[in-house]
């Protein structure tokens, strides 16, 4: 699975951004790439490769951590140019392996005979060794929510600050009692992040709000220190029924 689609001028702004990284600030020698990643809010990330001979960062991991450090939650697109002209280039074994572990639904631009194309982080690496699956994502929510989720009205929920990607995951229902938890098995089959204050009255009864004026009263119950810029994650899931 991969990110909500992008637009061709998202994706050649994205190639330039990383052309004009590595033209400007490339040396031919310790930094010869450079990578630029797209955001959930269409901000552009860039890094340059460290190269060392104990194994320095490619650019596409610099990137992936400027990212990270300027607020990034769910990476939409990314991409690593060469110097000397060399144009796109695809990610290299590590890379790919690290896409797919930590963003299997982002996009990556790849260079082809026909000019460059789009592929999900997936695909790059077909039947690969997932590392995350020996240590499975948990979603925590408050046995309260247990008997909505078993019948199916609830499959949405806001979460901030709470990293979560498609996938598998453990749904937990903790009470006030240690130790006393419900699990279901499930997946996380999308994630949108969007700030409180944009969110609609259809958005905020998905998650069973009475209507968007009550999202923010709602979540400082969990997050008290949220405020109506900050951005929230609406994290879609389904539950395991075998």
Not at 4 to 14: D, G, I, R
Not at 151 to 166: A, E, I, M, N, Y
Request: aromatic share 6%; proline share 5%.
């Amino acid at each position: 699975m991969i990110n909500e689609p992008v637009s061709q001028e998202a994706v050649t702004a994205l190639i330039e951004a990383a052309r004009t990284a590595i033209r400007e600030h490339g040396d031919g020698n310790v930094h010869t790439v450079a990578a630029a990643v797209l955001d959930e809010r269409d901000g552009i990330h860039v890094g340059l490769n460290l190269y060392h001979f104990t194994g320095g960062p490619c650019a596409e991991l610099v990137a992936l951590a400027r990212a990270r450090a300027a607020g990034a939650r769910a990476p939409r697109l990314i991409v690593a140019v060469g110097d000397d002209d060399r144009g796109v280039l695809a990610p290299c074994g590590r890379d790919r392996q690290v896409l797919a572990d930590y963003y299997p639904a982002i996009s990556v631009v790849v260079p082809t005979p026909e000019g460059s194309h789009l592929v999900g982080a997936e695909e790059l690496l077909p039947y690969t060794y997932r590392w995350q699956a020996q240590q499975i994502q948990r979603l925590r929510f408050r046995a309260c929510h247990l008997s909505a989720v078993r019948d199916g009205s609830k499959r949405v929920t806001l979460r901030f600050d709470d990293p979560v990607q498609v996938g598998p995951a453990l749904l937990v229902f903790e009470s006030d009692d240690v130790g006393d938890a419900v699990t279901l098995a499930g997946r996380i089959t999308s994630t949108t992040t969007k700030a409180v204050n944009e969110i609609n009255d259809e958005e905020a009864r998905e998650d069973g709000f009475a209507d968007a004026a009550s999202v923010l009263p709602g979540l400082r119950g969990y997050y008290p220190d949220l405020s109506s810029d900050d951005h929230v994650v609406f994290v879609r899931f389904d539950v395991d029924e075998s």
